[in-house]
């Protein structure tokens, strides 16, 4: 073959055929994703949801009224219900449907624009779930029109007194079917905004034991496939935008802290600036503060905000760690400190314990960590880690993100998640046993949870829905 005058490559390097299909699918996604927030916007609006759950209360009242053959019964009423939720289910059906197509292009599609992010854990779960949305969708407007279908039946054909009750029976069944998936459902609708759109369907499932950027660590753990795919690849752009002697992750790290104190009220908004701009350089401080970048001030509160709401037992160890800068937490003869935080209620037989540990001896020191878990799945685990020296805080001056940065950065921190067996319910003790280097004991705490199979404060339902308003309520302002 001649090597001047190549056959030509449809779809290789230079090809215009693969970018035009791209540009295709990019269009298509973009439709996709219009076509979600519309129709998340139209179930949600004011008051449709409230709509909902009366006219399916109605439906099945009105419809059990009609079995039992109250003189005062209204089949026209019934029906009207029945059509009436039907029509209003298209929009959530609508909304689902998108949305799980949405999922799909950001999670598995490989295209201009778009990475998979199927190697991120989490990413099944997040489809799965909403593919189980849609499919109850689904159910509660087949449910909604079969018995509409039913009544109607009864009422056009006069079916006669034997297929009557079975109809009626249907009727109330189909009802009952609404309403149940209806309280589900309605409780909240996934991809409401679009800063952050997967966020509110993620569940951490994966992470280290030892976190050693305590809430940048923890932060991204917490942090959809989607999200933690655009989070390194910012976190790789502010390799040139930090001050000397810190990296991208140190000067989050101290952002971070700074946005925690903030919230505390330890410090104010010109104060968060200030210690913004000890870290990173004017450029990159000015688009931290730009309301158009996807990573900023507000979106950095708003995932802490997503973050606090999953883990509030280590939010808690940092707390007391801050009050402990002013002397009131630590003696001054203690030579090791070992704080931990496990819920009160751990549902669905998980929990998660966070340790931290602070070694005010004069040199670094390696010690073993032992939990024990009674009826725990397993009921005992060894961590054999490092502990570095860390020196003592004076308790003088202002106590600010620089005293608590030192204390984070020679803590030792492990974030262990226990479980127990689906059976086990009521109180169980967990102890932690710190050892020293030949084995003997340096600390021991005794804490005890109690196992619940309910929604609770602190189950995963329950904090799955206080992060999701939590990043809803910063977020939301952003799109407006």
Not at 107 to 114: D, K, Q, W
Not at 193 to 215: G, K, M, Q, R
Request: aromatic fraction near 6%.
């Amino acid at each position: 073959m001649d090597q001047g005058n190549p056959l030509p490559t449809p779809y290789g390097e230079g090809s215009g055929f693969v970018p035009a299909n791209e540009r295709a699918l990019s269009r298509a996604i973009a439709r996709r994703d219009a076509g979600r927030r519309f129709w998340v916007w139209a179930s949600m609006a004011w008051p449709t949801p409230g709509i909902r759950m009366m006219l399916s209360t109605v439906a099945i009242v009105s419809s059990a009224i009609l079995l039992v053959g109250w003189r005062y019964s209204s089949i026209e009423l019934s029906i009207i219900s029945f059509v009436g939720l039907s029509v209003m289910y298209v929009p959530t059906n609508l909304a689902a449907w998108y949305s799980s197509m949405v999922a799909r292009d950001r999670l598995s599609l490989r295209v201009e624009g778009h990475a998979s992010k199927g190697s991120y854990p989490g990413s099944e779960r997040i489809l799965n779930t909403l593919r189980d949305r849609v499919v109850r969708e689904r159910i509660r407007l087949f449910s909604a029109m079969l018995a509409a279908f039913s009544l109607n039946a009864i009422w056009s054909f006069n079916p006669g007194e034997v297929l009557t009750p079975s109809l009626l029976a249907a009727a109330v069944f189909c009802g009952a079917v609404c309403v149940l998936n209806s309280l589900i459902l309605e409780g909240s609708m996934p991809m409401r905004t679009n800063e952050f759109t997967l966020l509110s369907l993620h569940a951490p499932t994966l992470h280290d034991s030892t976190l050693d950027s305590v809430l940048t660590d923890l932060l991204k753990a917490h942090l959809d496939p989607q999200t933690a795919g655009e989070w390194d690849e910012w976190l790789d752009s502010l390799e040139v935008t930090v001050r000397t002697g810190q990296t991208p992750v140190s000067a989050i790290e101290h952002v971070l802290q700074a946005i925690h104190l903030e919230h505390r009220g330890i410090i104010d908004q010109e104060g968060l600036r200030s210690e913004v701009r000890t870290v990173f350089k004017i450029a990159a401080t000015d688009s931290l503060f730009d309301p158009e970048s996807k990573f900023n001030i507000s979106s950095l509160r708003a995932l802490l905000a997503h973050t606090r709401a999953w883990g509030p037992g280590m939010f808690r160890l940092i707390d007391r760690l801050q009050e402990s800068l002013a002397g009131e937490a630590t003696s001054p003869h203690e030579l090791w400190r070992l704080d931990l935080d496990l819920p009160p209620r751990c549902s669905e037989g998980q929990g998660d314990l966070f340790v931290m540990l602070h070694n005010h001896t004069s040199k670094d020191t390696t010690v073993e960590v032992d939990i024990l878990a009674a009826q725990g799945e397993p009921a005992f685990q060894s961590l054999r880690i490092k502990a570095p020296s860390s020196n003592r805080e004076a308790s003088s001056g202002p106590q600010g993100v620089a005293s608590l940065g030192r204390l984070l950065d020679r803590a030792v921190v492990l974030w262990i998640g226990l479980a127990w067996s689906d059976s086990e319910y009521g109180p169980h003790p967990v102890q932690v046993t710190l050892k020293g280097e030949s084995g003997e004991t340096l600390s021991s705490t005794i804490v005890q949870t109690t196992l619940s199979s309910g929604v609770n404060p602190e189950s995963a339902a329950a904090r799955m829905t206080d992060a999701a308003e939590a990043v809803r309520r910063i977020a939301i302002p952003l799109g407006e």
